[in-house]
Structures are given as C-alpha cells and as structure tokens.
C-alpha cells in the first residue's frame, strides 16, 4: 500500500510492467513520505505526504503529479475522504481542511481547527449518514456535518474507558455499525449510538490496533503487533 511507503524516490511505479506511472514534477531528486493515497471518482490521483499535496490534473494516467503547498499547514496530511467529485476533505495537525478541484485551479479552507496545533487529527472519513463525517484524533472521536464549516453532530469522546486513546482506521459494517482501530482503546465498535469496546479480551489481544479489515462474511479482522485477531459481530 502506497501508506506503507516511506522515504522513497517520489515516483509511482506500474506493478505490471515496471515503468513510471507518474514521476513527481520536481527539480531534482526528491523524496517524502507517503502517508494517505486518495483516487477520486474520475480515477484522478491524490497523494497525502509530510510535504503537502500531490495530485493529478487529468484523470489517472502518466502525466506528473502536481505539488499543491499554499501553506505551511497544508503539509504532514494523514487522512482524506471525498465530499463529491473533485471535493475532499483533509486533515493533519491541528486542522481538517477542505480542498475543491475546479477548473483546472485549486482552493482550499480550513474547517476545523484545534486550539492546540499540535493535535494529530489521524482519521476522517465519511460517516453512515450523509453529508457526515467521522473524525478521530487523541481523545477525540466524534461525527460531524459539513456546512461552511465542520459542525459537531454527535461526540462519543468521553463515552471511550481508557484515559488515553488516539484513533488509527475506520471501517463500516452494513448501514448502522462503525468500526475504530485505536492506540490503547482497542476496538471501539459504535452500534447505532451504542459504544462497544473490545480490549485485551478472547476476541482483540491488544490494547493497541493499528488497521481493521472486513472480509465477505462481514467478519472483523483487526492487526496490531500480537498479530491478526477477528470477532463476528
């Protein structure tokens, strides 16, 4: 996974035939690290990195990808879920941001902002409902809608047993259940406003799950450094 990549030449490479997809438009060599990978519904290309934004402007294909950096902020970005085409949603430290794709030209805004910058928003992802969202931080897990700005809707936060927590993924199961890998909290299971958690239990051996996977039988796999553990539910 492109996540996975750290530190590399900052080139794609086609798994198939073992040429450049898409080499970075830059002067010189260059490298950063990878942390989010985003393809919107035309098959354009995002990539999510400690540098800032890069993106394709045609959809997918071997032209370059473009560096997008208006701003100090807008670098260190660890998650991104789509509003609608050519629309999502970002975030990193301290701030989610809002970026549009129009025309050719690129904007963004900042819609959610933290009192304190040094707060890693890690997860955003579209919630069960629409035009919502769901945004996980240290200590912080709670939905939202997107109005002018980020508008808080629901806030399970406090209702999380462990002192401390960070949320690392997401995932949905069917159309009411939410899923959260967390640092600490284990597996946080949100059931139509119910708060769950499974930690160090016969079902999740860790305090500490770093991704969650669904598999066709709507079995739940999570990993974590004791390795792979599942629970139906």
């Not at 519904?41 to 394709?56: A, K, P």
């Not at 549009?100 to 919630?127: A, D, I, P, Q, Y």
Request: net charge neutral; aromatic share 14%.
């Amino acid at each position: 996974p492109l996540r996975d990549v750290y530190k590399r030449q900052a080139r794609m490479i086609d798994t198939d035939s073992g040429t450049d997809i898409a080499p970075v438009a830059t002067n010189g060599p260059y490298s950063f690290a990878i942390y989010e990978y985003y393809i919107s519904s035309d098959n354009r290309l995002w990539l999510f990195t400690d540098e800032g934004v890069y993106y394709q402007t045609t959809p997918f294909s071997r032209t370059p990808l473009i560096k997008y950096t208006p701003a100090a902020s807008l670098d260190n970005l660890f998650d991104a879920a789509e509003v609608k085409r050519d629309e999502i949603l970002i975030c990193g430290f301290g701030s989610v941001y809002h970026l549009r794709f129009l025309n050719g030209r690129m904007t963004w805004k900042t819609v959610l902002k933290s009192k304190n910058e040094r707060l890693l928003f890690s997860v955003v992802k579209k919630s069960i409902r629409a035009n919502h969202f769901v945004i996980g931080a240290d200590n912080l897990l709670a939905e939202y809608v997107l109005q002018d700005t980020l508008v808080k809707a629901k806030d399970w936060s406090q209702r999380i047993q462990t002192n401390y927590y960070s949320v690392y993924a997401y995932e949905q199961l069917g159309d009411s259940v939410m899923l959260f890998a967390t640092n600490n909290a284990g597996l946080v299971i949100i059931d139509n406003d119910s708060v769950f958690q499974h930690i160090n239990n016969r079902h999740i051996q860790a305090h500490t799950l770093y991704d969650i996977a669904i598999d066709g039988k709507n079995t739940i796999w999570t990993g974590s450094y004791n390795g792979l553990s599942h629970l139906e539910y």
